[in-house]
């Protein structure tokens, strides 16, 4: 059984157009709002909130919706292009805003664009499983995120060199890095909708599937038994605790890098991006790696390693109290631990799933990950305010460490390869 990389990397275009989108959020707004509008730690990290707020709300709905809808482009597409329309627009609002100094037009162009990505989020990312055999779920969850590594690092490169270097207070222009993100959106969209056909697509893996013995591991193995046994149930219960847990960790650092590294680090302009660049790009390296890895060696021993990883570079990143070029290699650690969480904690999950809500569990994924997102910023954003800066990297060593203790419980979710002589060919 081999995986169809060349499809797999067209159905990664959406999340390529997600990721790029979400870098410019987290590292272009809160800079707005602390310096256009005067806005303190706290309270930033309540509006970056905002967005994983209507996420808990919306991810899980329209996750389920697309399972139920059927249209002639199928269950996933339309909302990708709807979605990205709507974002677009609006987000093309936002730097105008800024320099307009128009807090009331900022604050609903942002809320609409939210809402927009809200919509098509779980529909893209369900694109894939849906469109992929169980045991190279993990080997494609690798490409995807790949695909959204390259979009996060091209809205950095972006941030980067099209952002004046100045001093952040000094409100330089963000309009051409709004515009560079939204024609790779557009682009991207384009792309995937004339190339990845869908509904054809997602009917000939069906009934290849049919035809297979199924997993083993599978909640819904038998007709005896279509929903989750205990103790599958159990092991659904940690691996969303532990993904809530290391996005405590990790969102508080990428939210807060920004302003982080312009304050501690005395970063100049976009300049603070190349570190971020740094841990994408060797996140890029990493995903394939890692996927074939998993596939090997088993998603949670992946994980665990991620979490150990990742939680160093954490602890290595507070030791930091000025700038120094090895922050660079301690963020391509943290690229690498990232990816072996990445690649296989979304397949751990879908594996438990049954083939017809891939959506719904899909939302109960990012459900899981967005109320962390929701309370992160804050929770962060009141210790760097009313303690100090230096609790970031403290804060999510903690979180980390936590995740791994409760990902020590989970024990279904890894791929099962079939015997040799059952094999789903992909489809091309």
Request: proline share 5%.
């Amino acid at each position: 059984m081999k995986l169809n990389y060349k499809r797999t990397f067209l159905i990664g275009l959406a999340f390529m157009s997600i990721s790029a989108f979400w870098q410019v959020y987290d590292n272009i707004i809160p800079l707005i709002l602390k310096n256009t509008f005067q806005i303190g730690d706290t309270l930033t990290g309540g509006v970056m909130a905002l967005d994983n707020v209507l996420a808990l709300f919306l991810l899980p709905i329209f996750g389920a919706l697309s399972d139920k809808v059927d249209t002639r482009l199928g269950k996933r597409t339309p909302f990708i292009i709807t979605g990205t329309i709507i974002a677009v627009i609006f987000m093309m609002i936002l730097p105008l805003a800024d320099q307009m100094k128009s807090f009331p037009l900022f604050f609903i162009s942002l809320g609409v664009v939210l809402l927009a990505m809200s919509t098509y989020r779980s529909p893209a990312v369900a694109l894939m499983p849906d469109l992929t055999p169980k045991p190279l779920r993990s080997e494609a969850n690798a490409v995807i995120n790949l695909m959204g590594a390259v979009g996060g690092i091209l809205a950095l490169a972006a941030i980067s060199f099209l952002v004046p270097k100045v001093d952040a207070s000094t409100r330089p222009s963000y309009l051409n890095v709004y515009i560079t993100v939204a024609g790779l959106m557009v682009v991207a969209v384009l792309v995937l909708i004339s190339t990845i056909k869908e509904k054809k697509l997602a009917k000939e893996i069906g009934q290849a599937e049919e035809a297979e013995a199924p997993s083993m591991d599978e909640p819904d193995s038998g007709t005896k038994k279509p929903g989750m046994s205990k103790e599958v149930r159990r092991s659904f219960i940690f691996i969303l605790a532990s993904i809530f847990l290391w996005f405590m960790a990790y969102n508080a650092v990428t939210t807060a890098f920004s302003r982080y590294a312009t304050t501690i680090w005395n970063y100049k302009g976009g300049s603070f991006a190349n570190a971020l660049m740094v841990a994408m790009g060797a996140a890029i390296i990493a995903f394939i790696p890692v996927g074939i890895l998993s596939r090997k060696l088993g998603r949670k021993r992946m994980i665990i390693t991620g979490i150990l990883i990742i939680t160093t570079t954490y602890l290595f990143g507070f030791l930091f109290k000025t700038y120094s070029p090895w922050i660079n290699l301690v963020f391509a650690f943290t690229g690498i631990g990232w990816a072996c969480i990445n690649v296989n904690s979304y397949p751990m999950v879908v594996e438990m799933s049954r083939g017809s809500n891939i959506g719904k569990y899909t939302g109960m994924y990012y459900t899981f990950s967005m109320a962390a997102q929701t309370l992160t910023p804050i929770f962060s954003g009141f210790l760097m305010e009313h303690v100090s800066y230096w609790t970031l990297f403290p804060y999510a060593v903690v979180f980390s460490l936590l995740s791994l203790c409760t990902m020590l419980f989970v024990k279904h979710g890894d791929s099962k390869p079939p015997a040799p002589e059952k094999k789903i060919e992909n489809f091309a």
